[in-house]
C-alpha cells in the first residue's frame, strides 16, 4: 500500500503564496518515477497543475500557471513540492498529490489517468 499525504494548503489572500508538500510512504520499496500536483476548484473537474520525472528532473506545468508555481522534489524521492506565488482567487482548489512507479511518456503526464496513487488533497483558498 502506498499511502501519499499532501500539507501546506491553507488562507492565503491574493498575490501571497504557499508551499504544498507530499510525503510519500509504504511498507515496500517503492521507485516513483513521476508524481504530479493536480487541482480541483468547485464545480470544476480536476486538472493537470504540474509534475516531475525522477530520472530525468524534467518538470511539466500548465500552461497557464508557469511562472507562478514551480514543482520540485527531495532527493531521497519521497518527497514532492509545489510552491506557488503570486496566488490569485481562482486558485482556489483542492490539491491533489499523484505519482506513478513506472515510467511515463511526456504526451501522457499530464492524464490523471496515469497515476495510480493518489493523496487526500489540501485545501488552498485564495482571498480577493
Known amino acids: 500500500q502506498v499511502q501519499l499525504v499532501e500539507s501546506g494548503g491553507g488562507l492565503v489572500q491574493a498575490g501571497g503564496s504557499l508551499k504544498l508538500s507530499c510525503a510519500a510512504s509504504?511498507?515496500?520499496?517503492?521507485?516513483?518515477?513521476?508524481m504530479a500536483w493536480f487541482r480541483q476548484a468547485p464545480g470544476q473537474e480536476r486538472e493537470f497543475v504540474a509534475a516531475?520525472?525522477?530520472?530525468?528532473?524534467?518538470?511539466y506545468y500548465a500552461e497557464a500557471l508557469k511562472g507562478r508555481f514551480t514543482i520540485s522534489r527531495d532527493n531521497a524521492k519521497t518527497t514532492v513540492f509545489l510552491q506557488m506565488d503570486s496566488l490569485k482567487p481562482e486558485d482556489t482548489a483542492v490539491y491533489y498529490c499523484?505519482?506513478?512507479?513506472?515510467?511515463?511518456?511526456?504526451?501522457?503526464?499530464?492524464?490523471?489517468?496515469?497515476?495510480?496513487?493518489w493523496g487526500q488533497g489540501t485545501r488552498v483558498t485564495v482571498s480577493s
Open positions: 499523484a505519482s506513478r512507479e513506472n515510467r511515463i511518456i511526456v504526451s501522457a503526464i499530464r492524464q490523471q489517468a496515469m497515476y495510480p496513487y
Open positions: 509504504s511498507e515496500r520499496t517503492v521507485n516513483f518515477q513521476t
Open positions: 516531475i520525472r525522477w530520472d530525468d528532473y524534467d518538470t
